[in-house]
């Protein structure tokens, strides 16, 4: 591996040569005696500088070594830059070094060689760690891009609603939505967008921690707060601070956390576990659910009072088959980004894209994403052009020219369950998702789009077992999950 390649700047011949005679093992060395001299070194770029603030050492007003740095950070603005002084100076003037983009400030009577190895290798570190984030940051964006694809005026009101909270910047908001539609993208959103994009994103899927975790994992704990406690662990919440908090699938989070949790909101202070010493942070907090709150409010299943305090602004997101518009859009969308990973085919016959917005997409965006990159692998390894209706997953491609008609129950005397009729439209989903993967559960949750294969598990099992008769509906669904859902088998 070669050495990174330090320029030091400095008008005394005795500095420069004991400089590079004590760094020549971990740097490649080069010399600057002069202004002129510094910016004719620039071809390459060192990677770290060390720099005298005063290029003529007769002059104590000289001051050109800071002519320098502006020069250096305009061209290089992640370039580490060391200031070095034989002379004694003031402290304002050391702060203004700083504030032009200096990293560190050495004066040279009172630091020994090894002060400098080491002050100038963690300028160099911290840089590198910089460019990496940097970098990650840049890896990210291309894996997931933050963009709200859309036409329909659903998409345009739900980005304005996005400037509007990210620009405030304290807000509670509720983001709602069936799976797939992409909750945690529009928290994600706002936190690109407001000026609380600097400090940390936290997303925490409440519904994938055990529940003897959740707390803990929330609030953190101090060592010896339990048994399993060997040293202390900063909670979600803390990791937060000055960032924002995403809390998804709230309505899953239990009644005992509940309560904390609404302390937090209404103090945004809070305790870890083991300590009464309370912390205070500065957060913006988005919840997330695809559950009907009021529903479990009125079953007491989630505290009234929390609801209204996380819905002091609430953000829905519609399902995919009421914006069949933005269809085309989130196709052409999907196909570009998946080229930018290195996928050959980036085009759709008209064909496969009237097919698509005929499909209900009940996994909404995640469904319709994950149809695109299977139909492009298949595509591909057709030697086709671009995606014909053949590449196209099978349940999208055999859904029916006319959808028919929905029956609708009519209500008489005894009334009329509707959650139990949308707990059998979603057996029945499940049921064909089942048949199609022969039976496989880990490939059914994926193809209808669930989060992850515990939200599928515990959706499945609490249906059957609020209405255990159902079961007798779907055979295959029985089969999978042995009656009213207990079995936990194997994933497929």
């Known amino acids: 591996m070669s050495k990174p390649t330090l320029l030091i700047v400095d008008d005394n011949e005795d500095f420069l040569t004991s400089m590079g005679r004590a760094l020549q093992y971990e740097y490649e060395v080069r010399y600057a005696r002069s202004k002129v001299e510094a910016l004719n070194s620039l071809s390459p770029p060192p990677d770290i500088v060390l720099l005298d603030l005063r290029l003529d050492d007769t002059d104590p007003d000289n001051h050109e070594g800071m002519d320098v740095l502006r020069i250096l950070r305009r061209q290089f603005p ?27 400030f050495i004066q040279k009577r009172r630091v020994n060689i090894k002060e400098i190895k080491t002050r100038l290798a963690r ?14 940051e840049k890896e990210i964006q291309l894996i997931e891009p933050r963009e709200i694809v859309g036409k329909s005026r659903a998409i345009q009101e739900i980005k304005r609603l996005i400037k509007g909270v990210a620009q405030d910047g304290y807000v509670t908001v509720l ?17 690109a967008s407001g000026w609380r994009r600097k400090g940390p994103f936290v997303a925490v899927a409440l519904a994938s921690l055990p529940l003897s975790m959740v707390e803990p994992e929330l609030f953190g704990y101090e060592r010896g707060a339990f048994t399993d406690a060997e040293e202390r662990h900063i909670g979600y919440i803390e990791k937060a601070h000055r960032g924002v908090l995403f809390l998804d699938e709230i309505g899953d989070l239990h009644l005992e956390v509940q309560s904390k949790l609404l302390r937090f909101l209404e103090e945004r202070e809070f305790q870890r576990l083991g300590n009464t010493e309370p912390i205070k942070v500065d957060v913006q907090v988005l919840a997330a659910t695809n559950a009907n709150l009021e529903e479990r409010v009125r079953r007491g299943l989630f505290r009234k009072d929390l609801y209204y305090r996380l819905k002091v602004h609430e953000i829905y997101i519609p399902p995919l088959r009421e914006r069949t518009e933005d269809i085309p859009l989130l196709v052409e969308h999907f196909l570009h980004l998946f080229h930018r990973r290195g996928r050959r085919v980036n085009r759709i016959s008209s064909e496969a894209l009237e097919t698509l917005c005929r499909c209900p997409w009940p996994g909404n965006v995640r469904q319709l994403k994950n149809a695109i990159e299977s139909a492009l692998f298949w595509a591909e390894l057709k ?49 064909e998702a089942l048949k199609l993967t022969r039976g496989k559960k880990t490939e059914a949750w994926k193809l209808l789009g669930y989060h992850d294969r515990f939200t599928f598990y515990r959706r499945v099992r609490r249906i059957l077992k609020r209405y255990p008769h159902l079961v007798e509906e779907f055979p295959q669904v029985k089969t999978s999950f042995g009656g009213r859902g207990r079995n936990r088998g194997s994933e497929g």
Not at 123 to 136: G, I
Not at 175 to 191: F, P, S
């Open 78 to 104: 992640q370039m580490p830059i060391v200031m070095v002084t034989a002379w004694d100076v003031e402290v304002d003037l050391a702060v203004e070094c700083m504030k032009l983009g200096a990293v560190d």
């Open 123 to 136: 300028a160099l570190e911290q840089a590198q760690l910089t460019q990496r984030v940097a970098e990650l």
């Open 175 to 191: 983001i709602r939505g069936e799976t797939g539609t992409g909750k945690e993208l529009i928290a994600r959103a706002i936190h």
């Open 383 to 431: 030697g086709h052009s671009q995606i014909e209706v053949e590449d196209l997953p099978p349940d999208v491609r055999q859904v029916p020219l006319e959808q028919p008609q929905a029956e609708v129950k009519r209500i008489d005397s005894e009334g009329f369950c509707v959650d139990e009729a949308l707990a059998r439209t979603e057996l029945a989903c499940i049921e």
